[in-house]
């Protein structure tokens, strides 16, 4: 492999010496390091990541690809360091009010020497703050399922909720890749038009009358809206069958 087509990982915060504690390290926005001992909600009250604790690499012929993802909640951009962590991604953005949201956000080093890169850090609206991993179970082996368990044993101490997305079902990948083609803003209905769905949402069980309900002259003229408000999770259905004419449906 010639000079050029590899570029190594860059750990910006690289792991220290275990002193018998666990430790949450981020760098904010003056690109320090900031460290936290992670032993209660107050110690952990000012973590605020503002870039990557670690740079994923990048290489000639690499099945992974990077990107950013825009974010329904926030209206920025979030940096997704494969296919199946911008999936990750849709589905915290479609499930939870997310008002900030960091990508390998921190490094968290245990009590026992061992040592993990989350993959996102999301403030929730109401002050919750929720720590991810996207790790396909086909994929975890022994240690990455202990570091997982002691992330989680973390989060519980701290009291941060975590969320470790392991299972992708396909139909659930298209359904929200098709939502998420909605999620924007210039997508969302007027009042007027809201309320009229929403009312004959709650009269039909299924997709199929209620999109012939709203037909008008102009084809599609009010799919986008009605796309939308399943996004918005103000319309909801079973996410792991497939959204088609004969799904059922319900005002949430």
């Known amino acids: 492999m010639r ?8 750990t ?17 926005a003056d690109e320090r390091v900031h460290r936290a ?10 973590v605020l990541p503002e870039r990557l604790a670690r740079t994923p690499p990048k290489f000639k012929g690499q099945s992974n690809f990077h990107g950013r993802y825009w974010c329904a909640g926030t209206g920025g951009f979030v940096f997704h360091e494969s296919m199946t962590e ?16 960091s990508a390998q956000p921190m490094l968290l080093s245990f009590a026992n020497g061992r040592v993990h890169y989350p993959d996102f850090f999301a403030m929730l609206a109401g002050g919750r703050q929720l720590l991810v991993d996207v790790h396909l179970a086909s994929l975890t082996t022994d240690e990455d399922r202990e570091q997982f368990a002691l992330t989680r044993q973390l989060c519980v101490r701290v009291g941060w909720d975590y969320q470790l997305i392991d299972e992708l079902r396909q139909v659930a990948v298209w359904n929200i890749e098709w939502l998420s083609r909605y999620r924007h803003p210039r997508c969302r209905p007027s009042d007027q038009t809201r309320d009229r769905i929403l009312r004959l949402a ?4 299924r997709l199929g009358p209620l999109r012939r309900a709203l037909a008008t002259d102009k084809p599609g003229e009010h799919m986008p809206a009605l796309y939308h408000l399943f996004w918005e999770r103000k319309l909801l259905f079973d996410l792991n069958k497939r959204l088609n004419d004969e799904t059922h449906i319900w005002v949430a």
Not at 3 to 10: A, L, N, P
Not at 12 to 28: H, N, P, Q, S, Y
Not at 37 to 46: C, F, L, N, T
Request: hydrophobic share 40%.
């Open 202 to 205: 709650g009269t039909v069980e």
């Open 12 to 28: 910006r915060i690289v792991k220290t010496a275990a002193d018998g504690f666990d430790r949450v390290e981020w760098l904010g």
């Open 37 to 46: 001992r992670a032993d209660s909600p107050d110690a952990v009250r000012d």
């Open 86 to 101: 911008y999936t990750g991604l849709m589905l915290l953005d479609h499930f939870h009010p997310i008002v900030a949201i």
């Open 3 to 10: 000079m050029g087509d590899y570029m190594t990982k860059k």
